[in-house]
Each structure stands twice: as structure tokens, then as C-alpha cells.
């Protein structure tokens, strides 16, 4: 990691988190969208956020500790940018759109469920419950979008439609971060309340889990296989 903060804080978040993976805890601490904003820059960036752009590169340039068993998932990106552009891409298919399948159906059961028992009292169950779906639906196709024809034609080598393709992926990793973003505040970060039973819990765990997974699997295609190509 570089020392100099003036030269930091001029390279995109990105770039940062595709060089430096142990760091991206430090962009979710800070909310730095380091995937959909990948192309960035991290003092540009700091200034639409409003947080303390020397604060965040002193804490980007510490030593990196060890990591912990919930920042797991993020290690697994460690050597991405070093690795063969056809096992990257195994690993997205393999790791991050099976996951995304498997979990997502069970989380939008959860979530029709826990609306329609504390909707009254929290309406904001609604409105996660329609912008889950939204992103859902938005998120399967892009999956097999990508499945059957952006990732096989890179794999293929043919490569004649693969600008517009990338286009659209791009189209859809941004409107799926902005529901992310949308549901995250509607959420107040995921936080549950003080009557949320068993099932509401889980549902706000299934959420974080899945949009952790997204901002990690969007990172690794914006960032890194993109560029790759």
C-alpha cells in the first residue's frame, strides 16, 4: 500500500481494492462504493460523501490485521488480479452466481413473510419487499445474460459483441447498487428491531449476506475481468 496519501487519495477505489482486497473492510466501514464507483477516485469520492478523505487514507495505508472469520469472503479475492481471465471467471460463476441462486430465492421468502406479519408496524418491510424483488428479478437475468453469452464469448474468444456486452452488465451492476444502497437505508444498515422475531433476523442476515456477496462479485467483473478484456 502506498504511503504518500496525496498519491492515494488520486487512484480510483477500484484500483485500490483490486491491488489491496484486505482493504475493502475499510471502504464498507466508511460506505465507499468501491464496485458500481469503482472508477472513482478516492478523493472524489471522500468529497461526495462528506467524510475526512486524509482520515480514510491514514487508515487505508495502516497494516492490514489479521483476518477475521467475518471478513472471510473478502480474502478469497486476494490474488484475483493475478489470476487467468478463464479461472476468474469460473470463480464469479462458480463462487458468486451460485450463491446469489441459492439465496436469493430463500431470502424473498423470508421477506414476504416478515412483511406481511410486521408490515403495519414497520412499513418499511414494504417497500424492501418491492425493491428486493426488483433486484431479484434484475439479477437472475443478468446472470444468465452473462452465463450464456458475456463470460462464454470471453472464454470462446469471441469477442465482436463483447463492448455492448460489457455495457449491459455494467447497466445492470448499477441499478442493482442502487437498490442495494436504497434498501441499506431503509434497513438503517441491516439493524433489527427491538421486536423482530427469529424470522426477521434471518431475513436481515440473508440480506447482508447477499448484498456483500454482490458489491464483492460486481468488484471482481468491474474492477478486474473488465479491465482484463
Request: with cysteine; net charge negative; charged share 30%.
Amino acid at each position: 500500500m502506498e504511503n504518500n496519501a496525496d498519491v492515494l487519495l488520486l487512484k480510483s477505489v477500484g484500483e485500490i481494492a483490486s491491488e489491496n482486497p484486505e482493504k475493502i473492510g475499510v471502504f464498507k466501514k466508511y460506505g465507499v462504493d468501491f464496485c458500481c464507483g469503482g472508477s472513482k477516485t478516492l478523493k472524489d469520492v471522500c468529497e461526495e460523501i462528506g467524510i475526512d478523505k486524509f482520515l480514510i487514507a491514514d487508515e487505508l495505508n495502516k497494516p492490514s490485521t489479521a483476518t477475521t472469520e467475518k471478513d472471510e469472503n473478502y480474502s478469497l479475492t486476494k490474488n484475483a488480479k493475478e489470476w487467468d481471465v478463464n479461472f476468474l471467471i469460473d470463480y464469479i460463476v462458480n463462487i458468486h452466481h451460485t450463491f446469489l441462486r441459492v439465496h436469493i430465492p430463500e431470502a424473498e421468502s423470508y421477506i414476504e413473510k416478515i412483511a406481511n406479519v410486521h408490515g403495519n408496524r414497520h412499513p418499511e418491510l414494504l417497500k424492501i419487499r418491492e425493491l428486493f424483488t426488483k433486484m431479484s428479478q434484475a439479477m437472475i437475468l443478468h446472470l444468465d445474460k452473462e452465463e450464456e453469452g458475456l463470460l462464454t464469448a470471453i472464454k470462446t474468444g469471441k469477442t465482436e459483441n463483447i463492448k455492448k456486452e460489457i455495457e449491459d452488465a455494467l447497466y445492470y451492476h448499477e441499478y442493482v447498487g442502487h437498490i442495494l444502497k436504497e434498501m441499506l437505508f431503509l434497513s438503517s444498515n441491516y439493524s433489527v428491531p427491538q421486536d423482530a422475531c427469529a424470522s426477521y433476523k434471518h431475513a436481515y442476515e440473508l440480506l447482508k449476506n447477499i448484498s456483500d456477496d454482490i458489491m464483492i462479485h460486481v468488484h471482481m467483473e468491474n474492477n478486474i475481468l473488465f479491465k482484463k478484456i
